[in-house]
């Protein structure tokens, strides 16, 4: 059996997503993938330890499809699917850092990277510094000798900040760093970071890649040699995808271009409509033309993305309110799905943070974060404009 490779550039990101990384020829005729509900194979060729085919070392057809299909997606050579988005990250971080290596990373981080990052790696004798990730001018005097890692999210969470990406990948070059980035938030639809020359890509695909909100995975996409590297730690942590999952995750990428682009028509319908309201204070979106970085998302993204963040007039009080009176949208942490979701960052993603961290990540008690589904836009607008009177 193999995989459908697609070599032509030519070929559109819709097309990958159901056609890439198939198996060829299909499982017995099947035109849906099947899961192989086992936790192992038989040995029928060979007896050496690389052709056994165990569950934790993530190499059933299940997992193999997928990271065809995620590898073609973003138009790097290989990827490694992962039981969680954190398993991804850590896994990817501890096969490139050793104890008394360095590593740069941007303010306001994921809050569980955040905390591994500052907790967990300091603790296994791997330092970090901060960096602005809109000041490159400020990068060079924080880099040393043993930096080995520039570690960035393609938009911040949850302000949604765009690091100058094009200087990372230029830094990450020039000073022989690997440059990782975190594209959970833009997904493969709306920004592919190999295209600018990043040298791994991460993903929770809990969020925008399954979009369902039914299972918990992550990715690494990278070079051969690099994802072979995660991939021995990764077996040793544990961190597989179980079949299961696998098959839900493979079901739910298929409509992640229909999915992703409505989630960006409406939340930038959404953003403007908010920014509009005069019981608010301040929307973050990339696609406003009042956001920073707004020029920079544009020339580089497809799509400004399905979350917004802003802050209440009232602070946290009114914060509390809104999402008591709002009716289609959840109270609940993640984003990414089919539904709309609502979250106050500072009592649940980014609790963790000290107040002088919550402080300068500009996490304010008062902001709530949106994650827009694929309910009729005109609908959420109007339970908005009620639930803010
Ligand atoms: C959710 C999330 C993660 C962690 O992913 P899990 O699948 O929950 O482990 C990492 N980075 C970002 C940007 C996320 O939104």
Request: glycine fraction near 8%; charged fraction near 20%; proline fraction near 4%.
């Amino acid at each position: 059996m193999s995989n459908i490779e697609f070599k032509s550039k030519n070929i559109g990101i819709e097309t990958k997503l159901i056609h890439a990384g198939e198996p060829k020829p299909r499982i017995d005729g099947s035109v849906i993938m099947p899961i192989f509900q086992t936790a192992m194979f038989e040995n029928t060729d060979s007896t050496e330890y690389h052709a056994v085919r165990y569950v934790r070392l993530n190499n059933f057809p299940n997992h193999i499809a997928l990271n065809s299909k995620l590898a073609q997606l973003e138009g790097t050579e290989d990827a490694l699917v992962c039981g969680s988005g954190m398993a991804a990250i850590t896994s990817a971080l501890l096969a490139s850092l050793n104890a008394g290596d360095h590593l740069l990373i941007q303010e306001s981080l994921y809050g569980g990277t955040h905390d591994f990052l500052t907790n967990d790696l300091v603790n296994l004798g791997i330092k970090f510094d901060f960096i602005d990730p809109d000041k490159p001018s400020s990068w060079e005097a924080k880099c040393k000798p043993n930096t080995k890692v520039i570690y960035v999210e393609t938009i911040s969470n949850p302000l949604l900040k765009i690091p100058d990406l094009k200087a990372i990948v230029a830094f990450a070059k020039a000073n022989n760093l690997i440059s990782m980035i975190d594209n959970t938030f833009a997904s493969p639809i709306n920004f592919r970071p190999f295209e600018l020359g990043f040298g791994l890509s991460l993903h929770s695909c809990t969020k925008f890649l399954n979009g369902h909100s039914d299972i918990a995975a992550g990715a690494c996409l990278g070079s051969k040699a690099q994802i072979e590297k995660i991939n021995h730690k990764l077996s040793h942590f544990g961190g597989m995808l179980d079949p299961h999952a696998a098959f839900l995750l493979h079901r739910g990428m298929k409509t992640l271009a229909l999915r992703v682009r409505y989630q960006n028509d409406s939340a930038l319908q959404i953003a403007q409509f908010l920014e509009k309201h005069p019981s608010i204070a301040k929307v973050n979106y990339p696609g406003l033309e009042s956001h920073p970085q707004h020029a920079r998302a544009k020339a580089l993204f497809a799509g400004f993305g399905g979350v917004i963040s802003f802050e209440l007039k009232g602070g946290l009080p009114a914060a509390k309110k809104f999402i008591d009176k709002v009716n289609l949208a959840t109270h609940a942490v993640s984003l990414g799905g089919i539904e709309t979701l609502i979250t106050c960052p500072a009592l649940t993603t980014h609790a963790g943070l000290s107040d002088e961290d919550k402080k300068r990540s500009g996490i304010t008690d008062g902001l709530a974060r949106l994650s827009i589904g694929i309910e009729t836009t005109s609908d959420l607008i109007a339970d908005f404009e009620q639930a803010l009177q």
